[in-house]
């Protein structure tokens, strides 16, 4: 039988990772929020039409797209939904805006976002990841 699900245990470590990512996001760290995927090379990002394999490339494409803290801007997530698959599985969806130095207040870029986390060794990690922008 498959093992029971501990829906509010699975929120909470899912939140945690993402809250972690947030945080060095916004501390200016591209590598520091890659923490929150696996290291693997299975890791799936899908975004602006691009599929990314790996964690190496998915962080190749942040440090292209993010190249400094002012680029980085401040992230923000919301509406964050999760829904544990099962055990050592869950699905998010959620939103996410970056706040830059001359944004109008709410006016940066944002999108949504689907995740699918993994419960691995290090803790709840992104394995598959599809961003889009407004």
């Known amino acids: 039988p498959p093992a029971p699900v501990d829906a509010t245990s699975i929120e909470a470590g899912v939140r945690a990772t993402l809250d972690a990512q947030q945080a060095a ?8 929020f890659m923490d929150g995927y696996a290291r693997t090379d ?3 990002f899908l975004s602006g039409g ?3 394999a790996g964690w190496e490339e998915a ?18 997530f919301s ?9 050592d599985r869950a699905l998010v969806w959620g939103r996410w805006r970056l706040q830059r ?8 870029p944002g999108g949504l976002f689907t995740l ?12 598959h990841d ?4 407004e």
Do not use: E
């Open 116 to 127: 699918i986390l993994a419960d691995t060794r290090d803790g709840w990690r992104v394995v």
């Open 101 to 108: 130095d001359g944004d109008a207040p709410g006016a940066g």
């Open 50 to 52: 691009t599929v990314r």
């Open 42 to 44: 299975t890791l799936t």
């Open 59 to 76: 962080l190749y494409g942040y440090i292209r797209g993010y190249p400094d803290a002012a680029a980085m801007g401040q992230l923000a």
């Open 25 to 32: 996001w916004n501390a200016g760290s591209v590598r520091g």
């Open 130 to 133: 599809h961003t889009s922008s």
């Open 79 to 87: 509406d964050l939904t999760v829904h544990p698959l099962s055990a």
